[in-house]
């Protein structure tokens, strides 16, 4: 992501004597490592900084439609994360200031994590007094103060006791995954987080990197958990509902504060049953139920068409991360051995990213996962294939290796081989934990097992949905015996329900369109998306953005949707989408 610059008027009356003034935020002794040499060429970079047009005519903008008078300083606290994903920041922008002025709140972004260093405490004091890079667009809007996460030693000796106190609780994946602390469920955030950072496929729970990174993420939440007590919030909003980006999303939903996960194409609101964005697929079928004849038979008619289109080859057909096609020309030599054993497919997933996206699943990571298939292989007289996809991250193909020196009976399949002729060679059957090979193999008639109940085609019967690792072993050491009517209707049901009648075009006029035009997904995250947005923004625009998300934030429905806009909008908008 490219950082914006600062407008000019806000560095023109920066001298030596108003940045030494403010230096008392910083840590004690920090500033005096600064000699006045230093101090000058920071004033004069921060001079030299100049905005991107597109920055500095959406911060212009936004000054002129919110409006909004500041607040109280001990008025109530709207919170928004902070960050540099700039399609989210159109959303911020009316998110916030709805929830400011149901609530007569102030706004304040908070940065989701700790700030480590003397650098970094730094960077962000300059960015955020001066308003540069994003800093400037928060404030456009109407962000007041700017929360940053800062070492305390006193909150540090509070979390090496919570840390004591929770260890002899911590005996194995599962307790972690499960962890609670004053009954919040923090355990799944700590877990995917990790991962993450540490590009590490599992955890260990006995390793120093380990518990120095725990009593790190306790430390954060004691913080937003005192932030919470201090203050009235009125509402908060995160960029995700996992890693411990979510940890102030935990607290608020335990003390009924409105929680909100807002992006350009989708504003959701967790809530205690629901803590996760983007699981309203539990309710597919109701909703489709719900639709009109016509969308619904337009509706699948555009599914089976956009389904062909993936299996021609087409890259990032509803995909638009995607850089490969898993579905390609690709030819190998016989891709799997010739023998009268089942075939097994493992579709593997990206073993660092979040394995709880939608909640628990089987087995607490992806490789835990893999370790239990790979004893069933011991188990089963089957031929077992393993198969990542086209566009794997770096580090997963050392993981996957090292599992089949342990496991000799799984063959490594090429990345870039076809599905086409995986199938065509004879595959009986696919695993996977939640991936989308669910409903492709589906549609090509081929039996899929999920490993999660909290999988996205969880509503419908064309894959296999165990509900606990003791059903899981049954099916695996049984395939003889399962039996699996797909129906390929429902298929392309699920597909328009998750991919087509979506809200991605609530905002813009038309979102695939939009990332065509910047040159594709990734560039949705830099200021060029500010020029694109106020191209399509009109008054009129404006009123119904302000007036639908006003019904939605008083309706507390889990997801915002067409029909929070007025009748008219919601008819056209079905219609379009059919």
């Known amino acids: 992501m490219q ?167 911590l005996r194995t994946k599962v307790d972690l995954e499960s962890l609670s602390v004053d009954g919040v469920w923090i355990g799944d955030l700590i877990y995917d987080t990790y991962l993450m950072r540490f590009r590490r496929p599992t955890v260990d729970l006995e390793s120093q990197e380990f518990r120095d990174f725990l009593l790190e993420s306790l430390d954060l ?166 198969k990542t996809h086209p566009d794997y991250l770096p580090g997963t193909m050392e993981i996957i290796r090292s599992f089949i020196d342990r496991y000799p009976k799984f063959s490594l399949l090429p990345a870039n081989a076809s599905h086409h002729q995986i199938i065509g060679e004879g595959i009986d059957v696919a695993l996977t934990v939640y991936g989308t090979i669910a409903f492709e193999y589906a549609a090509l008639g081929k039996t899929v097992i999920n490993c999660s109940i909290n999988n996205p085609h969880i509503a419908y019967d064309f894959n296999l949905h165990p509900r606990s690792v003791g059903e899981y072993r049954a099916m695996l050491l049984n395939i003889d015996q399962l039996t699996l009517t797909i129906d390929k209707k429902q298929v392309h049901e699920y597909y328009f329900m998750h991919h087509l009648y979506s809200t991605h075009n609530m905002f813009v006029d038309d979102y695939a369109e939009l990332l065509k035009s910047i040159g594709g997904y990734s560039a949705q995250f830099t200021p060029e998306i500010y020029d694109k947005w106020l191209q399509q923004w009109t008054p009129r625009k404006h009123q119904k953005l302000l007036a639908a998300l006003d019904r939605f934030v008083d309706s507390g429905d889990f997801r915002m949707e067409y029909n929070h806009f007025s009748a008219k909008e919601s008819e056209d908008r079905m219609e379009g989408q059919a």
Not at 62 to 87: C, G, I, K, W, Y
Not at 132 to 146: H, K, M, N, Q
Not at 245 to 270: C, E, G, K, N, S
Not at 366 to 379: C, D, V
Request: charge should be positive; aromatic fraction near 12%; glycine fraction near 4%.
């Open 221 to 386: 939440f004691l913080f937003w958990q005192d932030y919470f007590k201090s203050h009235r919030i009125a509402g908060i909003s995160v960029s995700h509902c996992v890693y411990n980006l979510a940890m102030p999303l935990r607290i608020a939903v335990l003390h009924d504060i409105p929680v909100f996960q807002a992006t350009l194409t989708h504003i959701y609101r967790p809530n205690r049953d629901n803590l996760f964005a983007y699981n309203d697929f539990f309710h597919y079928r109701s909703r489709y139920a719900a639709l009109p004849t016509d969308v619904q038979r337009a509706g699948l008619e555009q599914a089976r068409e956009r389904i062909e289109r993936r299996f021609s080859g087409e890259v990032g057909v509803d995909m638009h991360y995607s850089s490969k096609s898993a579905y390609g020309n690709s030819r190998h030599q016989q891709l799997l051995k010739p023998s009268p054993r089942k075939k097994i497919l493992v579709a593997t997933h990206c073993f660092f990213d979040s394995p709880h996206s939608y909640g628990n699943n089987l087995f607490p990571d992806f490789l835990e996962w893999l370790e239990f298939l790979g004893q069933i292989s011991k188990e089963s007289d089957y031929d077992w294939y393993i």
């Open 3 to 169: 950082p914006t610059a600062p407008t000019n008027r806000k560095t023109d009356s920066i001298d030596r004597e108003a940045l030494i003034r403010c230096t008392p935020a910083m840590p004690n002794n920090s500033i005096s490592k600064l000699n006045n040499s230093f101090i000058s060429r920071i004033i004069r970079r921060i001079r030299s900084l100049r905005p991107l047009p597109a920055t500095s005519n959406f911060i212009e903008h936004n000054r002129r439609v919110f409006t909004q008078s500041p607040a109280h300083p001990d008025a109530p606290v709207v919170l928004m994360e902070f960050n540099e994903m700039h399609s989210s920041h159109i959303a911020y922008s009316y998110l916030a200031n709805c929830l400011a002025k149901k609530n007569d709140a102030r706004i304040v972004a908070h940065f989701p994590r700790p700030l480590s260093n003397l650098r970094e405490r730094l960077s962000f004091f300059l960015r955020s007094t001066f308003g540069l890079d994003a800093f400037g667009v928060y404030r456009s809007f109407g962000c007041s103060e700017f929360l940053a996460i800062s070492l305390d030693a006193a909150r540090n000796k509070r979390a090496e006791h919570l840390l004591g106190d929770i260890s002899g609780r």
